[in-house]
């Protein structure tokens, strides 16, 4: 160890400013400097590395598999997700290809689904598998370009955000609209005023959805007029929409009835009632308000079922991060050692029932029920939670 000179790139002491000394070694500012630069942009975008071949893209029924350990039930909407997010970034591999002959178009989703379904819980997971940056956008919020809300481009700040201002990545990334039904239009005929957040945010959208070269203000919106705008290209950005479209059924109905006159014309059966969601499609969609050029830019249309109280159970118990895991997690960190019997776990779950919550509602129903054993934490050991000892007041 010479203290006279830099141990990583030798220059003397007389050479540099200062040598800031180590355990075995020296080094000058300059180094510090590089070693700093390295640091900052190795954790640019940090965690966010999508397969880089088909042999590292997991196939679809590896996607759906930790789906399952996420989400309770909902196959369908699961196995479709599956596909289509595993063909997106199959395609982003071939288009890297010179030499192909065919390109391959992108196909965004739309989940229909009542609340507390699991749309969000879906995409949320699906990021994580891939590693890819992911935000979550609320449709309720953009308005059309020049009005008081904010300006479609908006979503992308918020995944430029999430990936660090690192456009190759965002580029690369999942965006999740919530509340899609929220900007629905107003009627089904073509609006004479102004439907400046439904119609007005549905046209906006189509160039995002449709792959374009778009100008995205980092930092979001018009409050910043002098900020300089990014180039993002939406060309490879999967798009999933979500919403719960109340009505729809209704609109389901009246198609279905239109069909069945003459030969099958008896009443739906109760069972095909609960499962009236799985016969939508793009007309019924058009027909609650999404105009069809924003339709045509979802080709895939995916549904979730409504929860029952076997499933709502489930969620209880089943899931890594279940709501009974956490609370025994909480309850732990205070030395207690807390436990749900089953017929505790069926009376929260047909209180939030009761209150047509689905699954979001469990948790506020639980923080209920365990108020007054969390008020007087440290008075118990254990604590074992029985049907008769939950009491709710509304």
Not at 139 to 150: F, Q, R, S
Not at 281 to 294: S, V, W, Y
Request: glycine share 8%.
């Amino acid at each position: 160890m010479n203290p006279n000179q830099c141990s990583f790139c030798g220059r003397k002491r007389n050479e540099v400013q200062m040598l800031v000394s180590g355990q075995n070694g020296f080094i000058c500012e300059s180094c510090i400097e590089q070693a700093h630069s390295i640091v900052k942009e190795s954790g640019k975008g940090e965690g966010f590395s999508p397969a880089e071949s088909l042999a590292d893209l997991k196939k679809p029924k590896e996607i759906k598999f930790f789906l399952d350990q996420y989400v309770i039930g909902q196959d369908q909407a699961k196995k479709q997700l599956s596909i289509a997010v595993y063909n997106h970034y199959k395609r982003l591999l071939h288009a890297k290809d010179e030499n192909r002959e065919v390109e391959i178009e992108k196909s965004n989703i739309i989940m229909i689904g009542e609340t507390g379904t699991g749309k969000t819980l879906l995409a949320k997971t699906i990021a994580r598998e891939l590693n890819v940056p992911f935000c979550i956008v609320d449709a309720t919020i953009l308005t059309e370009a020049g009005y008081v809300g904010e300006d479609v481009e908006s979503i992308l700040s918020r995944l430029l955000m999430v990936a660090d201002y690192d456009v190759e990545k965002a580029e690369k990334g999942i965006v999740f609209i919530d509340e899609i039904d929220k900007i629905a239009r107003k009627s089904d005929n073509p609006s004479i005023t102004r439907d400046v957040s439904g119609e007005g945010v549905q046209q906006g959208l189509l160039k995002l959805l449709e792959g374009s070269v778009v100008n995205v203000p980092p930092q979001g919106g018009r409050k910043h007029p002098d900020q300089k705008y990014i180039q993002v290209n939406t060309q490879n950005i999967l798009f999933i929409a979500g919403g719960a479209f109340d009505g729809i059924k209704e609109i389901i109905e009246r198609r279905l009835n239109k069909q069945a006159i003459g030969f099958s014309s008896e009443k739906l059966n109760k069972d095909e009632d609960k499962n009236m969601i799985s016969h939508i499609n793009a007309i019924d969609l058009r027909k609650f308000g999404l105009i069809p050029e924003l339709l045509g830019r979802f080709p895939i249309i995916t549904y979730l079922d409504a929860l029952n109280k076997e499933t709502m159970v489930k969620i209880m118990k089943e899931p890594k991060n279940s709501i009974i895991n956490q609370f025994i997690e909480l309850f732990k960190m205070d030395g207690i050692q807390l436990e749900f019997t089953d017929g505790a776990v069926e009376k929260i779950v047909e209180e939030t029932m009761e209150k047509g919550l689905g699954a979001r509602g469990l948790r506020g129903t639980t923080e209920k029920v365990l108020e007054d054993y969390m008020f007087d934490i440290g008075m118990q050991k254990n604590i074992i939670l029985k049907q008769e000892n939950i009491l709710i007041n509304n």
